[in-house]
């Protein structure tokens, strides 16, 4: 059931919203089952390819609750109708939230390509080398940190 | 930008609120917008404008004119 501009009347609106297409499936009836299966396979790869001490078993289930949140987010995040979730603005990208946001992200990147180029240049210099898996969380850290911090600036700023 | 939302929406009786409903943007849009510190895009200036049965020109003025 939809108002004339398309959108779902507040009253058939749910917290968690409902399928993409006109569904009245819940979208999380499907988020969470998807998001477990997937968690369990990165579990299951995870498992295989672990070289340590720690039980195979462990480090399944270790990864698999670790990443089951952000799986079943991202699931959802593909699967919801945004037009049926309780309170959500009909033209997000017009709302000065969407220009902070893009403020945010533009000042982001540049910071991101600052510090990266600034740390490359500095182990390049050193000679001293790290796990590549530390490298891509501190840029991961870099880019989050300052795209949430120029936002929360922002957000004061009004 | 200068505008003069805020009284456009205060001789209707509208809240801010009720006025962000009309154009499905959110209240803080619309306290920002009358406060001058942004800019709506051009769909939503139109839209404004549409809503209160004005121009965009009577609604809004560039600084320093």
């Known amino acids: ?158 | 930008m200068q505008n003069s939302l805020c009284a456009l929406r205060q001789d209707r009786g509208w809240s801010q609120q009720r006025l962000a409903d009309e154009l499905g943007v959110s209240r803080q849009t619309i306290i920002s917008i009358e406060r001058g510190r942004f800019d709506p895009s051009l769909p939503l200036a139109f839209r404004i404008a549409r809503l209160f049965e004005t121009t965009i020109e009577s609604v809004f003025e560039p600084d320093g004119e």
């Open chain 1, 1 to 158: 059931m939809t108002d004339t501009d398309g959108t779902a009347p507040e009253l058939d609106r749910t917290r968690w919203g409902r399928l993409r297409g006109g569904s009245r499936t819940p979208a999380m009836a499907i988020a969470i089952p998807a998001g477990l299966v997937l968690a369990v396979v990165v579990g299951v790869i995870a498992a295989a390819m672990w070289d340590a001490p720690t039980p195979p078993f462990v480090v399944g289930i270790g990864f698999t609750v670790v990443t089951l949140p952000a799986l079943v987010g991202l699931v959802w995040v593909f699967l919801v109708d945004r037009d049926t979730l309780r309170g959500a603005i009909d033209r997000p990208e017009e709302s000065i939230e969407g220009a902070w946001y893009d403020k945010a992200a533009q000042g982001a990147f540049s910071d991101t390509l600052l510090i990266t180029g600034l740390g490359t240049t500095f182990f390049a210099i050193t000679n001293i080398r790290i796990d590549m898996l530390i490298a891509l969380i501190g840029v991961l850290v870099v880019a989050m940190g300052s795209c949430g911090i120029r936002y929360l600036i922002a957000r004061r700023r009004g």
